[in-house]
């Protein structure tokens, strides 16, 4: 019921986040408004079936929601603002916050989405130091909002939404590779961090 409710909202939160995207991307196209409008429903009703009416529901949805923009704008010009990953960390953590006193164990989740936070953040900053070529310091920065939620899911979630992440960010890339036939050119890596959080989230949820 949750989701069913859901989507419409999802529907209506892509379609007025969509101009968002404006100062980085230029001109939104109507389809790709639509599409992100249709993509945030998709998710928010995913999210809404999953979790159900619990007290980390609005933590996701904005997840959700500002991932989805993140996403399209890092697929159109390879770049995750810092306009939208930066205030992630306060908002996400506020919004654990909040949930915590109403969730079982739930400061010690909050606990453990904080250690989560730093420990992906130190993990693509070291990749991005060893390999700049590879993880640019959007990927970095959006990292710590990540971990912030798979820590709060637990250990086995936070190392599902890695593992995820990279499984399939290096299946598209070893395509990508293969259809190019050479290494060059930017590869957008932020869809497939949400995707892979995503599907921990899942997973672990309830």
Not at 3 to 13: F, K, N, Q, T
Not at 176 to 198: A, D
């Amino acid at each position: 019921m949750v989701g069913l409710v859901l989507v419409p909202v999802g529907l209506v939160v892509g379609l007025l986040a969509a101009p968002l995207a404006v100062p980085f991307t230029g001109e939104v196209p109507r389809r790709r408004r639509i599409l992100m409008g249709l993509v945030t429903a998709a998710v928010f009703g995913i999210l809404g079936w999953r979790v159900g009416p619990e007290p980390i529901l609005p933590a996701l949805l904005y997840l959700a929601a500002a991932g989805t923009l993140l996403a399209f704008i890092d697929v159109a010009v390879k770049r995750l603002p810092d306009r939208f990953t930066l205030p992630s960390y306060g908002i996400g953590a506020a919004l654990l916050a909040v949930a915590a006193p109403f969730t079982e164990e739930g400061m010690q989740r909050f606990q453990h989405a904080l250690i989560g936070m730093v420990v992906l953040f130190v993990l693509y900053f070291v990749q991005a130091f060893l390999a700049p070529s590879g993880i640019g310091m959007g990927d970095v920065k959006l990292s710590g909002v990540l971990g912030l939620y798979l820590g709060w899911f637990g250990q086995d979630a936070w190392m599902a939404g890695v593992l995820a992440t990279y499984f399939i960010g290096g299946l598209v890339g070893v395509g990508l590779m293969i259809v190019r036939r050479t290494r060059k050119g930017e590869f957008p890596f932020g869809p497939y961090m949400f995707v892979g959080t995503l599907i921990a989230v899942l997973a672990f949820a309830g």
